[in-house]
T-cell receptor, first 113, second 113 residues
Framework: DAGITQSPRHKVTETGTPVTLRCHQT?????MYWYRQDPGHGLRLIHY???????DKGEVSDGYSVSRSKTEDFLLTLESATSSQTSVYFC????????????FGPGTRLTVT | GNSVTQMEGPVTLSEEAFLTINCTYT??????LFWYVQYPGEGLQLLLK?????DKGSNKGFEATYRKETTSFHLEKGSVQVSDSAVYFC????????????FGTGTKLQVIP
């Protein structure tokens, strides 16, 4: 299994508070991604990174920001959490070879009350 | 833009039944096609892939053939087991930049003894 961890695994927070989710990889893969998974929507891309300090928006980026200061870490920040951001968040990595296969972390379940 | 359409679930089968989960796609260029599986409480895992027309991907008894003429990539298994109960996602990556993956909404499979 690819070495990907996410922290925290579960979090409950209040509306309006900032939240940061962390993705850590030990594979030295170039590409990293943040998705959210909601019933009826499958997985939707929030942001992705194609290298240290190189990031770009996905299809549902409003209300989220990311940072990647090291190859192994990709942080997702909700600046001011809202109830619509209650979801399961998955990090994924890809080496840039093998036709773009992605490897997923175990997920973070976030509840915004 | 790219899109992936999967059959609605849930799909409920008896053990040893034949499984088909339909997947069709719309894409520019020459996409690579994937099936991912998600077991309860876990992240997605790559199940199989096909990178060009007429390729057949296979793994763990599952198969799917890349049909360019019908833009389809249906997942099949000859004899399902209770342990195959999971959510299955069809996905594609296009030939253009940064390896962004387009996922279908997922099909839940439940296999009963």
């Amino acid at each position: 299994d690819a070495g990907i961890t996410q922290s925290p695994r579960h979090k409950v927070t209040e509306t309006g508070t900032p939240v940061t989710l962390r993705c850590h990889q030990t594979e030295n893969h170039r590409y990293m991604y943040w998705y959210r998974q909601d019933p009826g929507h499958g997985l939707r891309l929030i942001h992705y990174s194609y290298g240290v300090k190189d990031t770009d928006k996905g299809e549902v980026s409003d209300g989220y920001s990311v940072s990647r200061s090291k190859t192994e870490d990709f942080l997702l920040t909700l600046e001011s959490a809202t109830s619509s951001q209650t979801s399961v968040y998955f990090c994924a990595i890809s080496p840039g070879t093998d036709y773009y296969e992605q490897y997923f972390g175990p997920g973070t379940r976030l509840t915004v009350t | 833009g790219n899109s992936v359409t999967q059959m609605e679930g849930p799909v409920t089968l008896s053990e040893e039944a034949f499984l088909t989960i339909n997947c069709t796609y719309t894409a520019t260029g020459y996409p690579s096609l994937f099936w991912y599986v998600q077991y309860p409480g876990e992240g997605l895992q790559l199940l199989l892939k096909a990178t060009k027309a007429d390729d057949k991907g296979s793994n763990k008894g599952f198969e799917a053939t890349y049909r360019k003429e019908t833009t389809s990539f249906h997942l099949e298994k000859g004899s399902v087991q209770v342990s195959d109960s999971a959510v299955y996602f069809c996905a594609l990556t296009d030939s253009g930049g940064y390896q962004k993956v387009t996922f279908g909404t997922g099909t839940k499979l439940q296999v009963i003894p």
